[in-house]
């Protein structure tokens, strides 16, 4: 017997359809195709409706919510025309930007203040933070590290700095908001800390460029 597939053979799959009916559905479909036009469509009026109306109403918004378009606003309401009504609600609050700033200290102070015994002192009524603002502004921006004492405690590690040389570089306002949290927090009260002393001792120890230790800082006051 031969291998050549007869049309009866099973392994030829049966075509689905005739060569004939084939012919037939692509005459329909080539008859039934749209006559290609030059020139463009119009727009649905329904889209252009719909543009013209978003544009009226973003021009209304901007019109209430410009704030005068100064780089200092973000706050909605501000109206130039009316500053000193406005006064207050551009006031910020410093412990709670402070608090914001927290999270980053938690990692090792806790968020309770309370630091890690032996490892990382504690905040909560720490001689440092309720002391000098020289001192503790000086922590912050260049970092202490060696041996150091607080509340009766010993500690020998290492706290990195959130000033010029560290890895965070935190603004005058920043410090001063994250020092002043941590001075009226947990039980703590001691006197705010303002942006401008910060500056001012940023300014007067500029030129450092390693972390302080407790015996250099007890020399400052
Ligand atoms: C990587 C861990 C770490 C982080 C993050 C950290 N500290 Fe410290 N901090 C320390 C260590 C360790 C010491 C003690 C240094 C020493 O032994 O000389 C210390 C000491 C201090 C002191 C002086 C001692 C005391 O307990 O009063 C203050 C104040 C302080 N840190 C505040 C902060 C603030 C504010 C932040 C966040 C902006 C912060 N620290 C972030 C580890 C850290």
Same mark, same amino acid.
């Given at each position: ?11 030829? %799959? ?5 060569? %004939? ?6 005459? !329909?479909? @080539?008859?039934? $195709? /749209?006559?290609? #036009? ?12 719909? +543009? ?8 209304? &918004? ?15 309401? &501000? ?13 910020? *609050?410093?412990?709670?930007?402070? $608090? ?26 720490? %001689? =440092? ?14 970092? @202490?590290?060696?041996?150091? #004492? ?23 306002? #920043?410090?001063? &908001?994250?020092?002043? &949290? +941590?001075?009226?927090? =947990?039980?703590? #009260?001691?006197?705010? !800390?303002?942006? *401008? ?13 390693? /972390? ?10």
């Amino acid at each position: 017997m031969s291998d050549v597939p007869t049309p009866q053979d099973p392994r030829i %799959e049966q075509a689905g359809a005739s060569d %004939e009916s084939i012919q037939k559905v692509h005459a !329909i479909l @080539l008859r039934e $195709k /749209p006559e290609p #036009k030059e020139g463009y469509t119009p727009m649905p009026l329904f889209l252009l409706g719909f +543009i013209t109306v978003m544009i009226f109403v973003c021009s209304l &918004y901007l019109i209430h919510y410009r704030g005068g378009f100064s780089p200092m606003v973000y706050d909605e309401r &501000y109206d130039p025309s009316k500053a000193g009504a406005n006064a207050q609600v551009a006031k910020i *609050d410093p412990v709670a930007q402070g $608090k914001r700033l927290f999270q980053t200290c938690a990692a090792c102070h806790q968020a309770t203040g309370t630091g890690v015994p032996g490892v990382y002192p504690a905040l909560a009524g720490s %001689e =440092w933070v309720n002391g000098s603002e020289e001192q503790l502004v000086r922590i912050m921006l260049h970092g @202490l590290a060696g041996p150091v #004492k607080v509340e009766g405690k010993d500690f020998n590690g290492n706290m990195p700095s959130f000033g010029p040389g560290g890895g965070y570089n935190l603004t005058d306002e #920043k410090v001063a &908001y994250v020092l002043t &949290y +941590i001075r009226q927090e =947990w039980g703590n #009260k001691a006197a705010e !800390i303002s942006a *401008d002393k910060v500056k001012e001792i940023r300014e007067k120890s500029a030129g450092r460029a390693k /972390p302080w230790s407790a015996e250099e800082l007890e020399a400052i006051k």
